[in-house]
Nanobody
C-alpha cells in the first residue's frame, strides 16, 4: 500500500491549497481515509475523514467551514480543499487509511509521507 501526498506549499493567510492523496495497493472507497496534521512540538491531530460506506465526512472544529474532504474513486484519490487558511494551519499534513473514521491516529493502518503546508505573509 502506498499513498502519494502532494499539494502542499507556502500560502498567504486567507489563501487556499488543495492536497491530494493518491493511493495504490488499496481502493479508497473501501477504506475510511483521514487527513491528519502535525505542527512542530505538537501532537498529530485529526483534521478530517471520509468514510468508506456512505462517504460521510467529519471535520475538526478548527477547520469546519474552511476545509472540505472529497474522494474521486476513478482516480483512487482523496482530496483536502483548504480555504481561508490561517497561520495556525501550518503543519505537515498526512493522509491515512483505516476501517472507519476515528480521530485517534493510532487506529490508522497505512500512512502517506506527508506534505508541508506553511501559511505565512
Amino acid at each position: 500500500v502506498q499513498f502519494v501526498v502532494s499539494g502542499g506549499g507556502l500560502v498567504q493567510p486567507g489563501g487556499s491549497l488543495r492536497l491530494s492523496c493518491a493511493a495504490s495497493g488499496l481502493t479508497v472507497d473501501y477504506w475510511a481515509i483521514g487527513w491528519f496534521r502535525q505542527a512542530p512540538g505538537k501532537e498529530r491531530e485529526g483534521v478530517s475523514c471520509i468514510s468508506s460506506s456512505d462517504g460521510s465526512t467529519t471535520y475538526a472544529d478548527s477547520v469546519k467551514g474552511r476545509f472540505t474532504i472529497s474522494r474521486d474513486n476513478a482516480k483512487n484519490t482523496v482530496y483536502l480543499e483548504m480555504n481561508s487558511l490561517k497561520p495556525e494551519d501550518t503543519a505537515v499534513y498526512y493522509c491515512a487509511a483505516t476501517g472507519w473514521c476515528d480521530s485517534a491516529y493510532d487506529t490508522y493502518n497505512y500512512w502517506g509521507q506527508g506534505t508541508q503546508v506553511t501559511v505565512s505573509s
